[in-house]
């Protein structure tokens, strides 16, 4: 009996979250950038292999602009 009332409430606030979806997927994509800079970057400087942890951030982001270009 639960699941039903709980399925229309969730396509309800669906429906009524969606204008807002596009700003919080952006805020969340920001906040998932904003951890990489400030701790996975600095900690994939810290053994000595500078040149090698940069090529592979640029690569890996290069790859993710490429399948979100070709995905769109």
């Given at each position: 009996?639960?699941?039903?009332?709980?399925?229309?409430?969730?396509?309800?606030a669906?429906?009524?979250?969606?204008?807002?979806?596009?700003?919080?997927?952006?805020?969340?994509?920001?906040?998932?950038?904003?951890?990489?800079?400030?701790?996975?970057?600095?900690?994939?400087q810290?053994?000595?292999?500078?040149?090698?942890a940069?090529?592979?951030?640029?690569?890996?982001?290069?790859?993710?602009?490429?399948?979100?270009?070709?995905?769109?």
């Amino acid at each position: 009996m639960v699941e039903p009332i709980a399925g229309l409430l969730g396509a309800a606030a669906v429906i009524f979250i969606k204008p807002v979806l596009p700003y919080a997927l952006a805020f969340a994509a920001g906040a998932m950038i904003y951890v990489v800079v400030e701790e996975l970057i600095p900690e994939s400087q810290l053994h000595g292999n500078t040149d090698l942890a940069t090529v592979g951030a640029m690569l890996g982001f290069a790859v993710m602009m490429a399948l979100d270009v070709a995905f769109g």
